[in-house]
């Protein structure tokens, strides 16, 4: 799956948080949370268990095209523009894609865009457990106010 084709995919929900740091910092922050976040032996143990394409960490740091964290794989990297993840296991295929924008001097605004396809009865499932009980979106806005936390 590529770029094009995570567009495809159904979207979930959008979350934005402005960060008072410029687009470089904000990019070496939220380089730092989602490698931290999905680093650790819980995320792999998860990862592993829905059977993810992509378990394990692997590939250039800073996060660049190829590179993997737990559950997802970097399909493009415009270092202070754009992040896109795509992963995949049993009961989905997804994306998260992080756009940064200027929102003035020394101001950025953050956005992470999930889509997701969750096939046959085991993927509604899933969907209801993760989307329909709102953890989604707890965890995406956590994981915004964590880089909004380290870039400034």
């Known amino acids: 799956m590529d770029v094009t084709e ?5 979207l979930i929900d959008e979350h934005s948080t402005v960060v008072a740091a410029d687009t470089d910092a904000v990019w070496r922050g939220l380089g730092d949370v989602l490698d931290g976040s999905y680093a650790g032996a819980g995320a792999v143990r998860f990862a592993r268990l829905v059977g993810c394409a992509d378990p394990v960490a692997s590939g250039p740091r800073p996060l660049a095209e190829g590179s ?6 970097v399909v493009a990297a ?14 989905s295929t997804y994306a998260l894609t992080f756009l940064l924008d200027e929102a003035g001097p020394g101001r950025t605004v953050v956005r992470a865009v999930s889509r997701a396809r969750f096939p046959g009865p085991a993927g509604a499932l899933y969907r209801l457990l993760v989307v329909g009980t709102g953890g989604h979106a707890i965890g995406v806005r956590h994981l915004l106010a964590s880089v909004r936390g380290r870039s400034e």
Do not use: M
Request: proline share 8%.
């Open 6 to 10: 995570s567009l495809a995919l159904p």
């Open 68 to 73: 993997t964290i737990s559950g997802f794989r």
């Open 78 to 91: 415009d270092p202070g523009r754009e992040l896109v993840l795509l992963g995949r296991h049993r009961f």
